[in-house]
């Protein structure tokens, strides 16, 4: 399973941007799907979580500003933000956990490569 990122670049505070995540592979179902960040000498931080029915979860900081969805038929997340902020600022990674049929039922967690988010005047 594979996650592909894209959307990232660079906007000025008050701008928007679009994340996507596509997920490819032997993918059964996609139960819940994330996106997280990380700033320069931070810990990686949850941003918003999704579960196939659609319930969500926003860190505090992103609440109101961010918002995050899914497409379950193209095995995708997406993560509209809004508002933006220089302390928005990082790597934006998605993740997701994944139940896969080969000869047997394989659960997994898997990430995404990050892609750039930077707010800046």
């Known amino acids: 399973v594979q996650l592909q990122a894209s959307g990232g670049g660079m906007v000025q505070p008050g701008g928007s941007l679009g994340l996507s995540c596509a997920a490819s592979?032997?993918?059964?179902?996609?139960?819940?799907m994330g996106w997280y960040r990380q700033a320069p000498g931070e810990q990686r931080e949850l941003v918003a979580t999704i579960t196939s029915g659609g319930s969500t979860n926003y860190a505090d900081s992103v609440k109101g500003r961010f918002t995050i969805s899914r497409d379950n038929a193209k095995n995708t997340a997406y993560l509209q933000m809004n508002s933006l902020k220089p302390e928005d600022t990082a790597v934006y990674y998605c993740?997701?956990?994944?139940?896969?049929?080969?000869?047997?039922?394989?659960?997994?967690?898997?990430w995404g490569r990050g892609t750039q988010v930077t707010v800046s005047s």
């Open positions: 993740n997701a956990d994944v139940l896969s049929h080969l000869e047997s039922w394989v659960a997994g967690n898997y």
């Open positions: 592979g032997i993918i059964s179902v996609i139960n819940d």
